[in-house]
């Protein structure tokens, strides 16, 4: 029989370490929404984007929003500086687990095309989105953010899925808006 000042003790390291199991697990649980959030948010711009680079056109990304049922929430189209042509159209979509916009951008002009679609969301943890992406998009790591005028930081990896490609991930930080955007720009030069 184990005497009773012994009980107590072992009682009281029994219930520290079951409140420290249940501690950890809370912390897995906590953490566990905001990667399964990255997740989606790079699955949606894999399969809405990324998927596309064969027919990375304007047209395809509309077809494709509208086929999606996505809410129109933009659609511009005119001249712009430098003898160009813009083309900005934008949708809200939904995932399992939060909002998400789609951003589809065209510029055409003398000097070629440059289409892009992104997918911009919030996020808990901007940082540990971007490894992810890395980690899943099998990127080279992170360059030095470039550090815009509006607070955000912007990470570009140019030829990321070929020539012409450029992948950017921006977010908001400094400024303190929990939202990122992940963008896969293509540019075609005209045939010479």
């Not at 953490?31 to 047209?59: D, G, K």
């Not at 550090?147 to 070929?162: I, P, T, V």
């Not at 992948?167 to 720009?185: E, H, I, S």
Request: charged share 20%.
């Amino acid at each position: 029989m184990i005497p009773e000042p012994m009980q107590r003790k072992l009682f009281g390291l029994g219930v520290f370490v079951f409140a420290s199991a249940i501690s950890q697990t809370a912390i897995a649980r906590d953490t566990r929404p905001h990667l399964n959030r990255a997740q989606s948010v790079i699955n949606a711009f894999q399969v809405i984007c990324q998927l596309e680079l064969s027919n990375f056109t304007f047209e395809r990304f509309d077809q494709k929003a509208t086929a999606m049922g996505m809410q129109l929430q933009s659609n511009d189209s005119g001249p712009s500086a430098g003898n160009t042509v813009t083309r900005s159209k934008s949708w809200a979509g939904a995932l399992t687990d939060g909002p998400f916009i789609l951003l589809l951008d065209e510029m055409t002009g003398a000097k070629g095309k440059t289409t892009s679609c992104a997918i911009v969301a919030d996020v808990p943890d901007r940082d540990a989105f971007r490894t992810e992406a890395i980690r899943t998009m099998k990127l080279p790591d992170a360059p030095a953010p470039e550090l815009r005028n509006n607070g955000s930081r912007s990470y570009f990896w140019d030829g990321a899925f070929g020539a012409g490609t450029t992948v950017l991930d921006r977010d908001f930080a400094p400024n303190g808006k929990p939202g990122v955007m992940l963008k896969l720009l293509v540019s075609e030069r005209p045939a010479v």
